[in-house]
């Protein structure tokens, strides 16, 4: 039998994918794991691409899940947060700027060692948002995959150490997780306010093209609506749950064996990578509590390289100060929107 003819027709291939992806959001879910509704398809389309069994998403599915990303982000950025940045601007320079020059010089070291191709393993060492990063290194020559590989590589060692210094470091360690409610009241003429913001974004950045324009334009308008107009961004965890499942699935698809043994082969690598940025971003902590008086919890999530959305989802399930982590990790990911296309460029000269 040949391996088309021993291929499962597609209907059913998608029937199963849903399944497996729905199995694996659970099981991560189980452990508190952030950024499970994301990983859970993508390990599933990742089975399903290196076993012969591939799938395909149209771009307007991936474009409109892009512009979702950009309003939840925006979501975590209220005013409170800018005012913060102001109130704390020596701490938030240092942190911001010490945290994207480390994480470039182990970007460029993994690249001279020739573990990952250049641009490839600077955005796969940005400490912005892991989504954003992975959907912006697309349109600057990176491979998405192996970017994808080490930002959520870094994600779990983020939630896992996060979990560690809660249960040793905070009085409120035995508190329990609130458990997220999938279908919560839904205020339903902001949502329909914020789809018609999410497709008006999707629209124009086919027009103008500029490069994971669906998510930065998205994210740029809703920010500006919600603090200067009143704005409400209403985005019900199901309907996240989609836009995820399709980012998930657009990054898991594209890999295949041949990747996987390459991502295989650079682990070692990259774990090395990871966790000495995790060591200088400890240390970064560390000055935050000793000068600072900062909570041991909310100094390592304020400067955790985890990314601005996966720090906003384990932040909100715990007890610390929420804008000063908010606003050191939204000040980093504004920085690296900013310096990320600049440093790429870069990098491939020097590389």
């Known amino acids: 039998m040949n391996r088309a003819s021993s291929r499962i027709p597609g209907p059913l291939r998608w029937l199963l994918l849903v399944l497996c992806s729905a199995g694996a959001v659970i099981v991560l879910e189980y452990f508190h794991l952030p950024a499970a509704l994301l990983l859970g398809p993508m390990f599933a389309a990742i089975i399903f691409a290196a076993s012969g069994q591939p799938l395909a998403l149209a771009p307007r599915w991936q474009r409109l899940a892009q512009a979702v990303v950009g309003s939840m982000i925006a979501r975590a950025m209220p005013s409170g947060v800018f005012t913060e940045m102001q ?32 641009s490839t393993a600077l955005w796969g060492s940005s400490p912005g948002a892991a989504t954003a990063m992975t959907l912006m290194a697309g349109d600057f020559g990176a491979d998405t995959r192996l970017v994808a590989f080490m930002q959520y590589l870094r994600v779990l060692m983020v939630a896992l150490l996060a979990t560690l210094v809660s249960h040793f470091f905070t009085e409120n360690s035995g508190q329990a997780i609130p458990v997220p409610v999938l279908f919560a009241p839904l205020d339903l ?12 974004c999707t629209l124009l950045a086919g027009v103008i093209r500029l490069p994971a324009g669906p998510m930065l334009l998205s994210m740029f308008f809703a920010c500006l609506l919600q603090n200067f107009f009143g704005f409400r961004i209403e985005l019900p965890l199901w309907f996240l749950a989609l836009a995820y499942t399709v980012i998930g699935w657009a990054i898991g698809f594209r890999f295949t064996r041949q990747i996987l043994r390459y991502a295989l082969h650079a682990l070692p690598g990259v ?47 715990s007890h610390v100060d929420q804008p000063f982590v908010m606003s050191m990790q939204t000040g980093r990911f504004i920085a ?14 020097w590389v």
């Not at 003429?189 to 008006?200: C, P, Q, S, V, Y």
């Open 336 to 349: 690296v929107l900013i310096l990320g296309p600049l440093m790429a460029k870069w990098m491939v000269r």
């Open 271 to 317: 774990l090395v990578s990871v966790c000495t940025l995790l060591l200088i971003c400890c240390g970064f902590a560390w000055l935050l509590v000793h000068y600072a008086g900062i909570d041991p919890l909310t100094a390592y999530l304020a400067t955790s390289p985890g990314g601005a959305d996966s720090v906003a989802i384990i932040a909100s399930s």
């Open 189 to 200: 003429h902001a949502f329909l306010l914020t789809l018609a913001l999410i497709a008006g």
């Open 87 to 118: 109130h704390h601007w020596p701490l938030f320079i240092l942190s911001v700027f010490s945290v994207i020059i480390a994480s470039t010089l182990l970007g460029g070291i993994l690249a001279k060692l020739r573990v990952l191709p250049g």
